[in-house]
């Protein structure tokens, strides 16, 4: 088992790109904002890429975005320029169209509130190609300059929850648990579907190697609350969950379980340095290959799939 284990754990758990969907709350007005213009020489020095970010590298989910966006224009050699702390509101467009009057050639956002403002934008320059991160609207707006992208991140969840397995499998084992206390516990942020088959899709690949667990979910109401996130884990350990998972955007769980001694399967990243007692694995979604994807399209003048999805 602990070979299986080991070579569970050395599978890139990271799909083609990212999706978190549901309304994201954030009472964030700080802007901050990142712009890298060394673009090697040989390459169009012209072209400029624009992202949007709801949270900064403080977030999980952001910070995803962040190191993807940075690792693909980089790789292509273009100019970006990265605004963090944009809320999901007509910030969002005044952001949009302040990055396309700075002439980026193609912008894109990561929240899924971030969408109505992304659309007015892709209105009024029809000369921007616009994408963003999980919404829904692209192929109802019909416009030929806005897109939308997915990923089926319940696969990597499964793998995520074969791991769980794994480790209750393991504290039985060893006499830590019995059989019918392999109890896990996961922190969600809202009740939206992207949420719900992510930690179904978790709980099965559990079962799949420890028939006998059972989980309990509770909810936060935000994507990024640390201490909300901090306070679900400990009430689920305290109800007596011996492992916690979590779809939401803090160190708030993760932190929770390295202080109670509780395993913990992290989302958007690793927490093995934070939490080097209690990390076992992380699921991520890579959305690296995405953006290179589209900035490609944009820069040889191709079309961009108004809905792309990832595996």
Not at 80 to 90: A, C, F, M, R, W
Not at 230 to 244: F, Q, T
Not at 247 to 273: F, K, L, R, W
Request: hydrophobic share 35%; glycine share 8%; proline share 3%.
């Amino acid at each position: 088992m602990k070979k299986f284990l080991a070579l569970l754990l050395s599978l890139s758990m990271v799909l083609a790109l990212s999706a978190c969907g549901g309304t994201k709350s954030d009472d964030d007005n700080a802007k901050g904002d990142e712009t890298k213009t060394d673009a090697p020489a040989e390459t169009a020095t012209d072209f400029k890429v624009g992202f949007i970010m709801l949270h900064d590298e403080n977030s999980t989910y952001d910070l995803n975005f962040i190191n993807a966006a940075k690792e693909a224009c980089e790789k292509l050699g273009v100019e970006y320029k990265i605004i963090t702390n944009v809320p999901e509101g007509q910030e969002c467009y005044d952001k949009a169209a302040e990055l396309a009057d700075d002439g980026c050639n193609i912008i894109f956002a990561d929240s899924f509130g971030h969408e109505d403002y992304m659309i007015q934008a892709a209105k009024e320059f029809p000369n921007v190609q616009f994408c963003h991160s999980t919404g829904t609207k692209a192929h109802t707006e019909g416009l030929s300059n806005y897109h939308n992208a997915f990923a089926s991140i319940y696969e990597g969840r499964y793998l995520a929850g074969v791991a769980a397995g794994m480790k209750l499998n393991d504290m039985i084992a060893n006499g830590y648990i019995t059989e019918d206390q392999a109890k896990m516990g996961y922190v969600g942020a809202f009740t939206y579907a992207e949420v719900i088959s992510g930690y179904t899709s978790f709980y099965l690949g559990a079962k799949s190697v420890c028939p006998s667990v059972t989980m309990d979910v509770t909810f936060t109401g935000s994507w990024y609350d640390e201490t909300a996130e901090k306070e679900g884990a400990n009430k689920l350990i305290a109800n007596g969950c011996v492992l916690i998972s979590q779809h939401a955007d803090s160190m708030g769980a993760p932190t929770a379980c390295e202080t109670a001694g509780v395993p913990n399967i992290s989302y958007n990243g690793s927490t093995q340095s934070a939490c080097p007692n209690t990390f076992i694995v992380s699921s991520r979604i890579d959305w690296a290959p995405y953006y290179e994807y589209a900035i490609t399209a944009a820069m040889n003048g191709e079309a961009i799939d108004a809905d792309w999805t990832g595996t």
